[in-house]
């Protein structure tokens, strides 16, 4: 999606390797979020960032995964120890930057490209 | 809790109407979305609905029932571009930043 940049795009790890993927938003957006995407499953909230800190982390699978956000910007996911079932698509996404969604702000998500994981 | 349901998959023929359900039990309501998702890419905004009624965007319209906890998304003279996953979110109404996302309904066209 315009502004949100996701890296690596394809990361591809041993099981018990430790993995980081890495988000790159626009400025001036309201919220940060990671969620994970199993083959033709819906969407698994993970966490959220308003600014640097995190109201919500009741999505996190386990103890293995972290998440932090720097300067309000960038945000990083860590996976510790991945595991196969760890295999999935990680996206970012990002609520309307201020000021471009009008009067009434219904808060639609902006998706990055995303990260593809496979924890062999 | 949460949940949220969809059809798994649909088919349909190029140029007809088709309808993608989506029904929510939710501890709270704070407005429906709907996103399109293309296989192997990021999920798109469709639209938003937050109060009753049909919300009408070109060949997508999207309604709402709240006090039936139901939404639908209809597409009309379908197109093979068309073809896509359709996700169902709902957001939380006691935290405006968190959404439940449904498992998506998978939409074929077909010519």
């Known amino acids: 999606g315009a502004g949100v940049s996701q890296s690596p795009s394809n990361k591809v790890t041993e099981k018990g390797k430790d993995v980081e993927l890495r988000c790159d938003p626009i400025?001036?957006?309201?919220?940060l979020y990671w969620y994970r995407q199993s083959l033709g499953q819906g969407l698994e909230f993970l966490i959220y960032?308003?600014?640097?800190?995190?109201?919500?982390k009741s999505g996190l699978p386990s103890d293995r995964f972290s998440a932090e956000r720097t300067g309000g910007s960038v945000s990083t996911l860590t996976i510790q120890r991945t595991q196969q079932e760890d295999s999935a698509v990680y996206l970012c996404?990002?609520?309307?930057?201020?000021?471009?969604?009008?009067?009434?702000?219904?808060?639609?998500?902006?998706f990055g490209p995303g990260t593809r994981l496979t924890v062999l | 809790g949460q949940n949220i349901d969809q059809p798994t998959e649909m088919t349909a023929t190029e140029g007809a109407i088709v309808q993608i359900n989506c029904t929510y039990q939710?501890?709270?309501?704070?407005?429906l979305f709907w996103y399109q998702q293309h296989a192997g890419e990021a999920p798109t905004f469709l639209s938003y609905?937050?109060?009753?009624g049909l919300e009408e965007k070109g060949r997508f319209s999207s309604f709402l029932s709240r006090s039936k906890g139901y939404s639908y998304l209809l597409l009309k003279e379908l197109q093979m571009k068309d073809s896509a996953s359709y996700l169902c979110?709902?957001?939380?109404?006691?935290?405006?930043?968190?959404?439940?996302f449904g498992s998506g309904t998978k939409l074929n066209v077909k010519p």
């Open positions: 939710t501890s709270g309501f704070n407005g």
């Open positions: 609905n937050v109060l009753d």
């Open positions: 996404a990002l609520t309307s930057p201020t000021g471009l969604a009008g009067a009434f702000s219904y808060n639609e998500q902006f």
């Open positions: 960032f308003q600014g640097n800190s995190a109201p919500d």
């Open positions: 979110a709902v957001r939380d109404l006691y935290n405006f930043n968190k959404f439940y």
């Open positions: 400025s001036g957006h309201t919220a």
